[in-house]
């Protein structure tokens, strides 16, 4: 039996009001686009809000940076200045973390953001954060990784230093305390 991802109407009035918040303080990452309409999706899709609350709770800083006319859709992306401070040290996925003989991380991130309801940012949907601001100049954050590459053990991140964005690579398996990962909500 699936247990029910909803918030109680309180947390929901106060999530919603700390999301309107952001988006009226940073109205440069979303050009155009009115809180009311993006409200009126939130209050109608309580698992959506779910989501948005536990990249709230881990440090993510949900904001919306793009709308997809064609399925009528608002992105929420996490925002914070630096990779979501309650996802880090995690490797890539299952088949990672469980090729760790010693020292495992806690966790993967492709488990973690599947159970959040969220997808990990692709290359393009990083780099387009990137374009709304500043981020991950002293972490980095793990992105979706294309199976040609994940087969052969590795996995991707980025960044943003000497004001470039770059992508790199890793071992799947591999951890650090400033690596986490962002993700997407679509709405």
């Not at 109608?44 to 990249?55: A, F, G, K, T, Y």
């Not at 200045?81 to 880090?88: D, F, H, I, L, M």
């Not at 954050?141 to 996995?155: D, E, F, M, Q």
Request: hydrophobic letters at 35%; glycine letters at 6%; one cysteine or more.
């Amino acid at each position: 039996m699936k247990t029910k991802k909803v918030l109680s109407q309180q947390q929901s009035e106060e999530l919603i009001a700390v999301l309107k918040n952001r988006f009226l303080e940073n109205k440069h990452r979303h050009p155009g686009m009115i809180w009311m309409k993006i409200e009126e999706k939130l209050q109608s899709s309580p698992e959506q809000l779910w989501s948005l609350h536990q990249m709230e709770a881990t440090g993510g800083e949900p904001d919306v940076i793009d709308f997809d006319e064609t399925n009528q859709q608002y992105h929420f992306y996490d925002c914070s200045a630096e990779s979501p401070k309650g996802r880090r040290s995690y490797c890539y996925d299952r088949e990672a973390l469980d090729s760790r003989k010693e020292n495992k991380p806690q966790n993967n991130v492709l488990d973690v953001a599947a159970a959040m309801g969220i997808a990990l940012l692709t290359e393009n949907q990083y780099r387009k954060l990137q374009e709304v601001g500043v981020f991950d100049v002293k972490t980095s954050s793990w992105i979706a990784t294309p199976p040609a590459i994940r087969k052969l053990g590795g996995a991707l991140f980025c960044d943003r230093r000497y004001n470039c964005v770059f992508t790199y690579h890793n071992g799947a398996e591999s951890y650090y305390a400033a690596r986490g990962f962002r993700g997407l909500l679509k709405l």
